[in-house]
């Protein structure tokens, strides 16, 4: 009678394979740490040091920015130049500056900015001015009074929604140490993408 024998083959490992496969495998996973590494090092000052996201929330901005705008803030124009009439920027509330606001410049150090009859006037050397925003709605008017002499690093600020904006007209001036940055590119809604100007007076 014949006896079936199973035979186990039991395949020996070869070192040499082994050691090249641990070698690409610790070649592999060093080349992602590089890369995350390189990104950390260009993505980590772009985001902290150079721009940085905002989110717009309220409706002081409209119609030119809306709840829910996702802008982008430049936060390194204003260490190689000062802000100008205009700007849209983002700052640290002064009264608490755990909160940001956005808001646009008006008023610029050394002027004296009066709000009467419903327009904005601003004063220097003795020249008045009477702004004439076009980015604003023909028909809107700057409501309440007041009249503020602006001191070096100081700056005048309004949101273009005037009825219902909180700004340098109910809590006074930003100091200039208190802008985050200037806020240069809407990146949504995407139907509205566009590099944000400064408008002419």
């Keep these: 009678m014949e006896n079936n024998q199973t035979n186990n083959i039991v ?3 070869d070192p040499e394979k082994e050691i090249v496969g641990y070698k690409k495998y610790l070649s ?4 992602l740490f590089k890369i995350a590494l390189i990104a950390l090092v260009i993505v980590l000052p772009i985001r902290y040091f150079l721009f940085q996201p905002f989110i717009v929330k309220g409706e002081s901005m409209a119609p030119n920015f809306e709840s829910g705008d996702y802008l982008i803030v ?3 124009s204003y260490r190689l130049s000062n802000p100008q009439r ?3 920027v983002v700052f640290d509330f002064p009264k608490d500056t755990s909160q940001r606001f956005i808001k646009r410049v008006i008023g610029l150090p050394g002027e004296t900015v009066n ?3 419903g327009k904005v006037e601003i004063i220097k050397d003795g020249k008045i001015t009477i702004l004439e925003e076009k980015y604003l709605p023909d028909n809107l008017k700057t409501i309440g009074e007041i009249k503020i002499t602006l001191k070096e690093k100081e700056y005048f600020v309004l949101g273009d929604n005037r009825d219902y904006s909180y700004d340098s007209r109910a809590w006074g001036v930003v100091p200039q140490k208190d802008l985050v940055g200037k806020a240069f590119l809407r990146l949504f809604p995407v139907t509205e993408l566009f590099v944000i100007p400064r408008p002419s007076y």
Excluded: L, Q, R, S
């Design 28 to 31: 592999f996973a060093w080349e």
């Design 86 to 88: 205009g700007d849209v």
């Design 11 to 13: 395949e020996e490992k």
């Design 74 to 76: 430049d936060e390194i």
């Design 115 to 117: 709000v009467v009859g």
